[in-house]
């Protein structure tokens, strides 16, 4: 180097220690300053440039239009390179003219000069490729103004000092380039406009990361606007800035599913290979220990293709950290060496001091820019994973569906979606770690020597232990996942059937299923806690529990699907629309075939009817045609758009008008036409907001009937080719159904060109098929139209002949609907209907013994008594029961029924945090603060007794006392880490305790809570507080309160030690804690209300993804799958919109807290150089060395603050749900009614009035009525008289206004309710089981014995059933009931009100949603076993009570007539009108 430089009068030497470095005024050489230092930015320039332009063509964002900025900043670049060759023919030029410059004015021009050529010509491709604000090139730029500064100072004092400019050219030129580098970097500080085509032109709220300058990306400023509106008041949804299109689920999500198919498609290369008999690659065989096995897809090596490309970034930035925070440590190392040496300049401290802070900054930088890139990839982890899971659930075949419930799926959205995004900040410690590790070894050698390798003996023998802890937490929490499944289940259960519960009175059965799961939950994480309390290596655990949660996900993912290609829909015969060729199916491969050998074509434009017998197979044939079933054999052809009607409509949680269109785009005239053919329109008048009407979860406002003709609805508006209708008139009465079928279905019907599948068990209208496909046993047994069917004389004929009356008889009330119908001026007839559930078919099939005229009294007599007789004027809304008047209450304002979620605004309350210190425990409170003075305390006292040791003075080259010494240190040492250890145990204990009492409280709460509160609060939201509420509570906020405590006895011990070592510092801290605080305050009010916004938009997710399984057959029927998967990435994408802008707000505080402990680093060294003379060496160690970590520690306190009331939120939500209002108590002591009560089952309504809630018209005004026991009383009336809440008041699900109820002479409202709900029996309308054994069904506290059980489901025509099942009463039901028939649950309940046999039966028309023989049955149980019992029949067909002893006629809430059926219709009264209608009288 020193030859480049050369001799004579310019030469010098490349480096002189006297000049530099031994001097009171140091300065570098000309030769270094004209070689390395002007180089150092040119080398950075050309070695980041070929990374940087593979960069710049990979992420094109639109070119920006060339700007002022643009020419100023090229125009500068070139001037440089001028400047820089006007040196370079300078020194030509002189050599030209005899003179012999230095090789170094040849070589340095010319490399300066390309180096700022290549810099103009990157400024305009950045502009071409979009880029906004140039990092690389503010470096450079950065790094040359650095560079030159030094030269600027040296010349400036080599010219006063010599009193003459030794080379004036080359002293000119460089001030010329300093003055142009200079203004290069300030003009590189500002950004370009947005390029062309980007997407601040299409979004009204783009995030401003996107066309951030370098600075603000570096340091966060970008994000300040929201810190201060924050800060000014309560954030709102409308505030947050859209997602960045990178971070979308749209793009996140196909990117992952594209690397998991390849990896399904690899393992099934593979498993085919290895099938196949073929060799498998060497690589394989080696992982297979040489035997070829089946290779399952891996969901992990999909994470990593994806996401791998964000960690490698990010691993780039920690690796930086890591080495820079080695160099603080040697720099402290030199700073006590210059305090030891009084003759050392005092530059060097000074200077010391300088790096130290730029260290510490450059520090600060790299970990947040680290951090950014892994926590963005955690946040697209779990992104990625929900989208795969929901799209995975909408493909799941029915074997799979069976195994996995609603809970389970949501859980692994939830839960393990989240133990990813938890993993994210551990990753780069798996190679992090080990590096630091080795580093410090090394460092600790080179002081100590060999007596560093205790230290590393130490570390070693843990990893045992540690591998020990870390296998056992790992079992834990499987177990525990295992468990937070059945709890999330069983609640998912609860929440569908509380309304059954609570009319049972079985509350406090389910509550003890649920307790016993969480205490075996508790009973995990308890050991879980003091195994990480004994070996505080807390983030060994967690790729474990990710492994957990990896298994279970890539397990999920890789089940069964439905085979998309069993139905052929793009070829087809010529004329058909369907076709089934010897056909086989099968509900899942573990079962026997549900339909077999089936073979059948269907024309285009045909009316088909498939009938049958109870269990032969229909609905499942409807479920062939759609793809649900598995096709063992054979081959379905459709061709053409299907819709379908089910027979249990679904209906989502959104506006009528919504279900209707099911995603489509309006047109007025077509849904219109819709309304009024399915009878819609009569509804739109009561419904409070018309067609804009929210419709609550499973439509629960709305009755059976009117949500069939919703669902009807959506498939006559989708205007498909092919109707796939599965007994969507089972539901209706009959002059509704005829409406429907002239309208909609029948040959006259909008429908008329369509090609129909209609299953149907109403005979009439048979005549007018094309053709009848007969089904009995799974197979089709006849086809044909319905007059060649008669004459070939088979079972369809003889069916008919036997039970058909003469068709001139047949219906005649209906010629006279019909005329009412067509002739509205007469009368008008309403086209509302009962509340009849939808039909199902019992599995037993069992043959259909019964008189099929019972069966047509029972259409005759259909007609809904919703209608007032003779004095109808006004179409009346049918709604099904009380609960559905609650509701109209609800949605009267707006149509809203389902309340907005609350989000609460401003700080945590105090007593939020007093609400969890007392279920913590106050005494364990206040022992664990004591623990963390005292560890405080112990570590202040080993730190100052370690400087005083080292300070002590040496005798003969030994110090006295060692041994003294070393005791009290150790003494020290071993109680600091008793006092750990005990606080995590202790906390362990408490937060246990808090996670028992605060679930305990949630759900007694929520199982006393009226049934108006389930009506109009979504099940997705109490299913949010009951996991990730609960989550947080149980393993998030103890770790955190424990960070939180050990961060601020580190803050405090720190801020101790340096002021006793520095006093001098007492002066800046005030300064610094102002702005601390300042920062905090900003921080703490954004970072709050994000974390309550991000809490309250999970709930949707869940919701939507548990509305979409129940109707994931209807979803795939209408192929609106990517609909729904778009509708569920939006509401995700909503839900990162919060956490992507919570985790910012952490970098945002953290780049500015962290610089105020750069700061605290800086004036600690600074003041350590000022009073050098004063301090000894130890304590200025002691001091720097506290203030290096005091960055961490104050990052840590003030996030842990922060993460404290953002989680603490989780503890204010379920405490908020914990204090809802709540139902009577279960039962009163000291009023508990008599053993045996009733005895008589005499009931008394003395004027009862009630209503639904404050302020809103009593739906029963002073009902006065007397049933003596024994009595059978049928109540009919019109929908809104009352019928439905006598029943409700009976049971005290609604509570009395004025006025009251006795039984057998007692007031119920002086009992609890559980001693009331007990004694009373219900045949509810629809029939919930839950998920269990049938004993458990059945018999939930184990009070009847065996005989007793068996005796019931003997009664109640199960015991066939029951008895062919290996585990009889032990049999599993399964969620919901679902693997028994509708039949089969209605006779469970049947046998239910057999066992509990009380004096009192109420039936809630318990006979409307099943086949005619289980009425037959059920009807039967009830005149044999209930004959002395008081009974009360809800009726909404006459038939079902005129053999009633009286029948009660309610009107507008008042008794309108009361006497027996004979006397009523004598009296020609409204009851009269009724059986009039029905052709009954």
């Known amino acids: 180097m020193d030859t480049l430089c050369g001799s004579g009068e310019l030469g010098s030497k490349f480096w002189d220690s006297n000049l530099s470095v031994y001097t009171h005024n140091p300065d570098l050489t000309p030769c270094f300053q004209n070689s390395l230092l002007a180089w150092t930015p040119c080398f950075y320039l050309w070695a980041t440039l070929p990374c940087y332009l593979l960069y710049l063509r990979r992420h094109h964002r639109g070119y920006i239009i060339i700007s002022h900025l643009s020419r100023l900043k090229t125009a500068v670049g070139i001037l440089l390179w001028c400047v820089s060759w006007a040196d370079l023919f300078y020194s030509l030029h002189d050599l030209a003219h005899g003179q012999a410059p230095a090789p170094i004015f040849f070589v340095t021009p010319l490399v300066v000069g390309v180096t700022m050529l290549l810099a103009a ?46 080379d004036p050219f080359r002293f000119t030129t460089f001030y010329i380039y300093f003055a142009l580098v200079l203004s290069a970097f300030i003009l590189s500080c500002f950004r370009e ?90 690589e394989d065989e080696e992982l297979l220990g040489g035997r070829s096995r089946p290779r399952e897809p891996s969901f992990l090596k999909a994470l990593l293709v994806t996401f791998g490309p964000g960690f490698l970034i990010s691993s780039c930035f920690t690796l930086a950290q890591d080495l820079l925070s080695f160099v603080s440590p040697q720099l402290l190392s ?18 010391v001091a300088g790096l130290m802070f730029m260290c510490s900054v450059m520090q600060t930088l790299f970990l947040h820019q680290a951090n950014r890139y892994i926590f963005v990839m955690g946040l697209r982890l ?29 859980n692994l959205m939830s839960v393990d979606a989240q133990h990813f995004m938890d993993l994210t900040p551990f990753l780069n410690l798996l190679w992090s770690g080990p590096l630091q590790t080795l580093l410090a070894i090394y460092f600790l050698w080179q002081n100590l020597g060999p007596s560093v390798l205790a230290g590393v003996a130490f570390m070693v023998l843990q990893i045992p232990l540690n591998a020990v802890v870390a296998t056992k937490t790992h079992a834990f929490q499987a177990k525990q996942m295992k468990f937070k499944d059945s709890r999330i289940r069983l609640m998912s259960e609860i929440l569908g059937g509380i309304k059954v519960l ?55 993912l890789s089940q069964d699907e439905l085979d998309s290609q069993c139905v052929e829909r793009k070829t087809i015969t010529p004329g058909h629309a369907v076709i089934i060729e010897n056909g086989t199916f099968t509900w899942a491969q573990d079962l026997s075939p549900t339909l077999h050998s089936l073979d059948f074509q269907v024309p285009k434009g045909a009316l088909v009817a498939v009938v049958g017998p109870v269990g032969c197979g229909k609905s499942s044939l409807v479920s062939s045609l759609l793809g649900e079933m598995e096709k063992l054999e054979g081959k379905v052809y459709m061709k053409g758009s299907v819709a379908y009607v089910p027979q249990q409509a679904w209906i989502q949680n959104c506006t009528l008008q919504e279900n209707v269109l099911f995603g489509r785009t309006l047109d007025p005239s077509r849904y219109q036409q819709a309304l009024e053919a399915c009878a819609l329109l009569a509804d739109l008048e009561v419904l409070p907001g018309r067609d804009k009407t929210e419709i609550g979860e499973k439509g629960i406002n709305l009755s059976g009937g009117q949500r069939q003709r919703v669902s009807l609805a959506r498939a006559v508006y989708s205007d498909a080719d092919i109707f796939l209708l599965d007994d969507p008139l089972s539901a209706v009465d009959s002059h509704v159904a005829k409406h429907i079928f002239d309208q909609v279905i029948g040959p006259e019907g909008v429908l008329a060109r369509k090609t129909r599948v209609l299953v149907t068990h109403n005979l009439s209208f048979l005549p007018q098929m094309d053709f009848i496909i007969v089904l009995a046993d799974g197979q089709v047994s006849e086809v044909g139209t319905y007059s060649a069917l008669l004459q070939r004389s088979g079972s369809f004929a003889n069916f008919i002949h036997n039970y058909t009356p003469d068709k001139g008889k047949e219906h005649p009330e209906e010629d006279s609907r019909t005329a009412a119908l067509d002739n509205p001026e007469d009368e008008e007839v309403p086209l509302t209907e009962d509340l009849l559930s939808n039909h199902a078919d019992l599995m037993d099939n069992e043959p259909v013994t019964n008189e099929v005229q019972k069966h047509l009294n029972r259409q005759l007599s259909a007609m809904s008594l919703d209608e007032e007789g003779q004095s109808r004027s006004l179409p009346l809304k049918p709604l099904g029961s009380a609960e559905k008047i609650v509701q109209a209450a609800e949605v009267e304002a707006n149509g809203t029924l389902i309340e907005e979620e609350k989000v609460e605004v401003g700080k945590v309350k105090l007593n939020v945090f007093w609400d969890y210190a007392k279920a913590v425990g106050l005494s364990i409170t206040l022992v664990i603060c004591l623990l963390y003075v005292g560890q405080s305390a112990a570590t202040i006292g080993a730190s100052i007794w370690l400087s005083a040791w080292t300070n002590e003075a040496m005798v003969d080259g030994r110090q006295n006392n060692t041994s003294h010494r070393l005791g009290v240190y150790a003494a020290l040492g071993i109680l600091q880490g008793i006092l750990v250890v005990s606080s995590s145990i202790v906390m362990a204990v408490g937060c246990t305790r808090a996670s028992r009492l605060l679930h305990q409280v949630l759900l007694h709460n929520k199982m006393r809570s009226p049934q108006s509160f389930f009506d109009t609060t979504p ?46 510092f007492t002066v800046v801290i005030l300064p610094l804690a102002a702005f601390y605080i300042f920062v905090q305050r900003f921080y703490v009010a954004t970072s709050r209300q994000l974390k309550r916004l991000d809490s309250v938009s999970r709930s949707p997710i869940y919701s939507h993804f548990s509305e979409t399984v129940t109707g994931s057959s209807v979803i795939r029927a209408y192929d609106r799958i990517q609909d729904f998967e778009a509708i569920s990435d939006a509401k995700v994408d909503n839900n990162l919109r919060h956490a992507y802008l919570s985790y910012f707000s952490n970098r945002w505080l953290g780049v500015r807290v962290e610089f105020v402990g750069n700061c605290v ?47 603490i939120v989780a503890v204010e939500r379920v405490k908020e749900y914990s204090k809802t209002k709540t139902e009577a108590p279960w039962v009163i002591e000291g009023s508990r009614p008599p053993a045996g009560w009733p005895t008589q089952g005499e009931v008394e309504f003395r004027n009862y009035s009630v209503r639904y809630r404050p302020g809103l018209d009593l739906v029963l005004k002073n009902l006065s009525l007397h049933v003596c026991g024994g009595e059978k009383v049928g109540i009919v009336g019109r929908t809104g008289a009352g019928k439905s809440s006598m029943t409700l008041c009976l049971f005290r699900i609604l509570e009395a206004s004025e006025g009251e109820i006795l039984i057998d002479g007692l007031n119920i409202a002086d009992i609890g309710l559980h001693d009331l709900r007990s004694q009373l029996t219900i045949i509810p309308q629809e029939p919930i089981l839950f998920s269990g054994t049938l004993r458990k069904n059945l018999d939930p506290f184990g009070n009847y014995s065996e005989e007793d059980l068996w005796h019931a489901l003997k009664l109640s025509h199960l015991h066939t059933f029951v008895s062919s099942q290996p585990a009889g009463l032990d049999f599993e039901c399964s969620e919901g009931g679902e693997n028994l028939s509708v039949g089969q649950r209605q006779l469970v309940c ?36 209930f004959e002395n019992c008081t009974v009360l029949t809800i009726a909404h067909r006459l038939n079902t009570v005129m053999d009633h002893t009286r029948v009660l006629v309610l009107d507008k809430g008042t008794v309108a007539e009361f006497d027996s059926p004979a006397s009523l219709i004598a009296a020609r009264g409204i009851f009269y009108g009724m059986a009039r209608d029905a052709g009954l009288a």
């Open 334 to 351: 030199i700073l006590i060496r210059f305090i030891s040496n009084p003759t050392a300049p005092n530059w060097w401290g000074f200077l």
């Open 121 to 166: 010509l990157v400024i305009q491709y950045e502009r071409l490729q979009g880029v906004q604000s140039s990092g690389v090139l503010i470096i450079f730029w950065f790094l040359c103004v650095i560079c030159a500064i030094v030269p600027f100072r040296s010349k400036i004092l080599s010219a006063v000092a010599k009193g003459k400019i030794l």
């Open 193 to 282: 406009k947005p390029p062309l085509f980007s997407p601040k032109n299409v979004d009204s709220n783009p995030c401003p990361e996107a066309d951030a300058g370098f600075f603000s990306r570096l340091t966060f400023w970008w994000f300040t606007k929201l810190a201060i509106l924050g800060y000014r008041r309560p954030l709102e949804e409308s505030d947050l800035w859209s997602l960045n299109k990178e971070d979308c689920s749209e793009v996140v999500v196909q990117r992952l599913l594209e690397a998991w198919k390849k990896q399904q498609k690899q393992a099934a290369r593979h498993r085919v290979a290895v099938a196949s008999g073929k060799t498998v690659s060497r």
């Open 382 to 410: 779990r992104t990625g994973i929900i989208g795969l899971i929901y799209r995975k659930a909408l493909v799941i075949s029915n074997s799979v569906r069976r195994e996995s419930t609603v809970g389970e799926i949501v």
């Open 1390 to 1425: 049947l046998a239910r009100a057999l066992l509990r046999k009380s004096r009192i039966l109420i039936l809630d028309e318990a006979t409307a949603a099943v086949d005619l023989e289980t009425d037959d049955l059920i009807q039967a149980a009830i005149r044999t076993q």
């Open 1019 to 1064: 099940s997705g939201r109490i299913l949010n507080l009951f996991s990730k509420d609960i989550h947080v509570i149980d393993g998030v906020l103890g770790p955190t309160i424990l960070m939180l405590l050990s961060s601020f006895s580190t803050c405090v011990s720190t801020l101790v030690i340096i002021v006793i070592s520095t006093p001098l």
């Open 1161 to 1207: 680093v800086f004036f600690a060294a600074l003041f350590a150089v000022i009073g050098r003379s004063s301090l000894s060496p130890g304590m200025v160690g002691l001091s720097v060395s506290y203030a290096l970590q005091v960055t961490f520690s104050l990052n840590l306190l003030i996030r842990m603050l922060s993460e404290l009331e953002s989680n």
């Open 502 to 556: 609570k009319l049972y009175a079985w509350e406090s059965s389910l509550l003890q299923q649920v307790e016993g799961i969480r205490q075996s939950e508790l009973r995990l994480l308890r050991l879980s806690a003091y195994l990480l309390a004994i070996f505080i290596f807390t983030w060994h655990c967690t790729p474990f529990l990710t492994s957990v949660s990896l298994k279970r996900i890539q397990h999920f």
